[in-house]
C-alpha cells in the first residue's frame, strides 16, 4: 500500500489485473484482511466505522467506470466512515462458487457481522444478485439491489436470454434463489428500469414483504454508472441505510436526472424510436439548450425543417 495514504482515496489506475490485485492484497492486509477465494474471487475488508458496507463488485466494472480504479464500496465507505467488506470478482460470475458460501458461513459462525451496529449489503446487475443472496449471512441488514436478477434458474426464469452461459450454473443450492434470502433483511431497496422488459421481470420477482421497488426508467443497463455520474448513489445508499428511502426521497434524488445527458440521450433515443416526433424534438431541444451537442444541434435542425415542410403539394 502506498505510504501515508488512507486506503479508501488511494488511485489504482493503471495498474494491470495482478497488480491491482496485489495492492489489494496490501490493503487488505494492513488494514484488515485480504482473502482469496479461488481463481474467480477474492475478499478485502478495510475496518474504520461501526457501520459495515458489504460491496459485491467485478474487477472489469471496478477498472472501467472508476477514474482511481478504487471499488465503489471504498468510494462510499469513505464518505460515511464506514468499514467495508469488497467481494470481487475476476468477471461476472454471479459469485456462484462453493467457496463462496464458505467464507460467509464462516464470517457467521466467527461472529464477525455482530461486531457492527448495522450492515449494509449492496450490488449492481449479477452483483446485485449476490448482495441479496449473502444478505440472508447477516440477518437485520439493509440491501440496496440495483437491476438485480433474482435467479438463472432456466426453470424459473426460462424467459430471460441474455446470459445463456449460467444456465448449467446451479441457481438451486445455497445461497440461491434471491428473493427468498431477503427474507431476514430489515429492509431491501430494489432499484430497476420498467422499460427494460426482462430486467423488470426480474424486479417482479423480488415484490414481497419489507422489498421496495424503486422505478428509474431509462437507466436500465450501467445503471451504477449512470447513478453515480448523476452524484446521487452516495446519498441513495446513506439514505437507504438510515430507513430514510422512501418514495419522495427517491423522486428527489432521481429528479438529478434532468441534469444528466446521457440520460437526455437514451430518452431522445427511445421518442425518436416511437416516432414520437414532437416529443423528440423538444427532448432534443433540450439537449442542445443544456449539454451543446454538435449532433444534436444538426438533428434538432432537421427536424424543425421536417416539421415546417409542406406534407405534399396540390395535384396539378
Known sequence: MQDGLEPYSLSLSDLSSADWLEEMQDIGTTCGFFEPLGKRHNAVFVEKGDTL??????LPAIQSQSEDARPIGFDLARDNNWSCLSVICNRDTWFRDPLIYGFFDQLTDDGFFDDFDHVVFYGAGPCGYAACAFSVAAPGATVIALEPQATLDPRVTEWDDRFVHMRRTDFTDRYGYAPDMLEAAKSAYVIYDPSDRLGAMHAALFARAGVTRFRARHLGG???????????LNSLVTQASAGRLDTRAFAKLYRKRRSHALYSKKLFSVLEAQQRAAFAEAVCAYIVDNFGAPRYRRKLKTMRQNRNSPVGTAAG
Open 53 to 58: 458496507l458489504v460491496s459485491f463488485e467485478s
Open 222 to 232: 450501467g445503471m451504477q454508472a449512470h447513478l453515480t455520474q448523476m452524484e446521487v
